[in-house]
């Protein structure tokens, strides 16, 4: 397993029992360990995460407010189902926002950041195809493209970006079972990552553009 920390959001300096809560919750509905429209178990997860169960439920009706969980009447909460109908529009968002996160990312990123970044450039430069998991591909491409957007240092272009591309890999998740995600893909954010690192915003930017068409037109054909 490759070394990634848990995808939905970054981990805090100083963290609540909610927000650890929230991260493990998320991470398991992003990456459909709980699959889509799927119950959530909170006492279940109470004592798998060694906590009470009310940052479970805080966490709960947060993710709500991300569309990653629906909450039902006397029958508690469930992971939200995926409509296909939403790729093509979370495609355009993420088309016309990351090109700019990426340009900003490769003029502010801070020494931590850069740091991450040299640490992913690494991995994806060293991948290899006959041990990797499918489930580890994903879980890279989504931690990259969230550092992008962290260290473009606007918190707003940051929380939106990292919704849509939440739900985004959610479906791409369900869309790899039956089509799986090629390295090419990787290698193709190793080169934004690059252009970040070089403090090039235009390549970056560019090289966004085109990894992201390319992962389109990859999941169309």
Known sequence: MLDIPLVGRAERVEESLNDVAYRVIADRLIMLEIRPNESINETQLSKEMQM????????????????????????????????????????????????????????????????TFEKYREIIRTLDPAGVEQSDLMRLDLAVHQLVYR??????????LLRYANLWTRILGLMLERRPLILEQLQELGGVVQAILDRDGAEASRLMTAQLNGLNEYLRA
């Open 151 to 160: 260290a473009a240092g606007n918190s707003h272009l940051e929380e939106t």
């Open 52 to 115: 009470g169960r009310t940052p479970i439920r805080e966490a709960l009706r947060r993710l709500e407010g991300d569309r990653l969980v629906v909450s039902h009447a006397r029958k508690g909460a469930y992971a939200a189902p995926i409509d296909f109908a939403d790729p093509e529009e979370i495609a355009q968002l993420r088309q016309a926002l990351e090109p700019m996160a990426a340009e900003l990312a490769a003029r502010l990123a801070s020494t931590n950041a850069r740091k």
